[in-house]
């Protein structure tokens, strides 16, 4: 059973000892706080007494800096602190009003604790109330348990989404028609918008956001890409185009890029240079920042444009007879000669604040998607939530004053061997438990002998997505599996599933009508989550979705992740 607490609170001046009537350094635990559920399996017991142990991190550091020990006393009625915090307060500068969070991460018998500290610039609460929250999705933002500004807090659905892109710049947005998807695209440029006049100057349409809709006559990359005209002499340049340019000119600001529709025409068609330009990018540093980047081959070369001109000369009636008899002209306007200038320059790259988000809808209308497209991206489906929750729901389209920034939502690695590399600590336990759990799928009874085994791209992606969604911190094998377990189940849901499609034989449907192949799949959730009180909200999405596409083939005799 693998599950986390998570306790909130702004400091008072009483605790970090700002007023005269108090010595500080402690913090105060709530009479109403759940003690048995946040400190269960927390060590010795002896007659009622706990010693708990915490470990303290310091954010800006990102490292270890002390355990924390304190007696839990089951019986007693007095107000319970966590004391002899002084040292530790002072150390980390707290103040009067800094949020300090404390974590309870479970694990079968075994329970560690951790507390962390933020400013008011990290972290905002509602008011000044002590608030108690039960973590069952682990939603985990830039290392907080949850994200907000004064204008906005990330939902659920956000940081399923911001989770995705943190491990690909690409993803579909798949359900029926109306339920959001283009929507909730432009909802991440406001989110991510540079408060700076110039992107967040129309407020109808952040300056980070495109939104190009796909037409059914799309057939091949000219639409995107450009091509050069004979005719004109002319390279013609795309919004595709403009937009990366752009990217690549504000490198620090997320950019996000809405194909609509995006099924209406063949995918691998108009997009296949993109989706083979994805597998190439890598972590590499940069010579001149020293930073680490990562960055793609060519997806327009620069040899492209070594020939064309940004100039024309044009013959002009010159009456002086001074002896000139042409101009030069320019052949584009406005931007596009930087633009074109950039690219005899350089080419055209993916820059790495550039996230491309298809979305889809499977009707009559729209094209089925090649294996090629599935697997270079992650699926979120979107069914829409409660109709009257539209009318409380707050605005969500509006800049904010404190804008996610780049490093909150960009992915830090593209193969998984940088990730051991990075998290030492958690190579072993990610060696030995991610080829186990794909194995699982690809055995007997599952995905063996079928067209829909996983192999190298899936466990690469699924080790990204645990380095995305892991907190920050030393963590022991036991507090590292659950992360593992979330990371194998969003992959499968997001990326394999998408991938099983077929009739009664190709779904291996028994005499009932139901699909061994899928009721083993939920077999082997249900053994990574044995206790239905606490499996996570994603863990319940998955296993619905194999519930439903298991209805259909037996009610249909066909199924699929989108039908």
Not at 37 to 42: G, M, N, P, R, V
Not at 146 to 162: E, G
Not at 171 to 187: D, H, M, N, P, W
Not at 342 to 358: A, C, M, Q, T, W
């Amino acid at each position: 059973m693998n599950k986390s607490f998570y306790y909130l609170k702004k400091l008072t001046a009483a605790e970090v000892g700002t007023t005269k009537a108090h010595v500080g350094g402690y913090i105060r635990l709530p009479n109403d706080f759940d003690y048995e559920s946040f400190f269960q399996s927390s060590g010795s017991d002896n007659n009622g007494v706990q010693e708990i142990i915490f470990t303290a991190y310091n954010l800006n550091k990102g490292q270890e800096e002390k355990d924390l020990r304190f007696a839990y006393f089951k019986s007693s009625n007095k107000e319970k602190r966590i004391p002899n915090l002084a040292e530790l307060f002072s150390n980390n500068n707290v103040v009067e009003g800094d949020v300090v969070k404390l974590e309870s991460r479970i694990s079968g018998n075994y329970a560690s604790f951790f507390i962390q500290f933020f400013n008011n610039s990290d972290i905002e609460t509602k008011s000044n109330d002590i608030f108690y929250c039960v973590n069952k999705d682990k939603l985990v933002i830039n290392n907080l348990s949850a994200y907000s500004t004064t204008n906005h807090t990330l939902r659920k659905s956000d940081v399923d989404i911001i989770s995705a892109l943190r491990t690909k710049p690409f993803l579909l947005l798949a359900g029926i028609s109306g339920t959001g998807k283009s929507r909730k695209v432009q909802e991440l440029a406001y989110l991510t918008c540079k408060r700076d006049g110039i992107h967040d100057a129309d407020p109808t349409a952040p300056g980070n956001y495109l939104l190009i809709p796909i037409k059914p006559n799309w057939h091949d990359s000219t639409e995107l890409l450009g091509y050069y005209s004979s005719i004109t002499g002319k390279y013609v340049l795309t919004d595709f185009i403009r937009f990366v340019w752009k990217a690549w000119k504000n490198k620090k600001v997320p950019y996000f890029l809405c194909l609509d529709e995006m099924n209406l025409a063949p995918v691998e068609q108009y997009f296949a240079e993109y989706l083979s330009i994805l597998e190439t990018r890598k972590l590499i540093r940069n010579k001149k920042t020293g930073e680490w980047e990562i960055q793609s081959a060519e997806l327009l070369s620069k040899k492209i444009f070594e020939n064309i001109d940004t100039y024309k000369k044009i013959s002009i009636d010159n009456k002086d007879d001074d002896g000139v008899r042409s101009k030069e002209e320019p052949i584009y306007k406005g931007e596009d000669i930087q633009i074109i200038n950039f690219l005899k320059e350089n080419g055209l790259r993916l820059p790495e604040n550039l996230f491309v988000i298809g979305t889809v809808n499977m009707d009559d209308t729209t094209h089925q998607f090649s294996r090629k497209v599935i697997d270079r991206a992650l699926t979120i489906e979107m069914n829409g939530d409660e109709l009257k929750s539209m009318f409380d729901a707050a605005e969500t389209l509006v800049y904010q004053d404190e804008p996610l920034t780049l490093k909150d939502i960009r992915p830090l690695y593209v193969q998984a061997k940088e990730v051991l590399e990075a998290l030492h600590n958690d190579a072993d336990t990610i060696k030995n438990e991610v080829p186990k759990m794909l194995n699982k799928i690809n055995g007997e009874g599952v995905f063996n002998d079928t067209p829909f085994r996983v192999s190298y791209r899936v466990q690469n992606e699924l080790v990204l997505y645990y380095a995305a969604i892991r907190p920050q911190g030393v963590l022991n094998p036991e507090q590292i599996k659950p992360y593992l377990v979330e990371a194998f189940m969003a992959v499968l849901l997001e990326k394999v599933l998408p991938r099983v499609e077929g009739d009664e034989k190709a779904l291996r449907c028994k005499e009932d009508g139901y699909s061994e192949i899928l009721n083993n799949l939920k077999k082997y959730i249900y053994e990574l989550n044995p206790d239905d009180a606490f499996r996570s909200e994603l863990c319940k999405t998955l296993i619905a979705k194999l519930n439903e596409m298991n209805e259909r083939v037996k009610n249909s005799y066909f199924t699929s992740f989108f039908s």
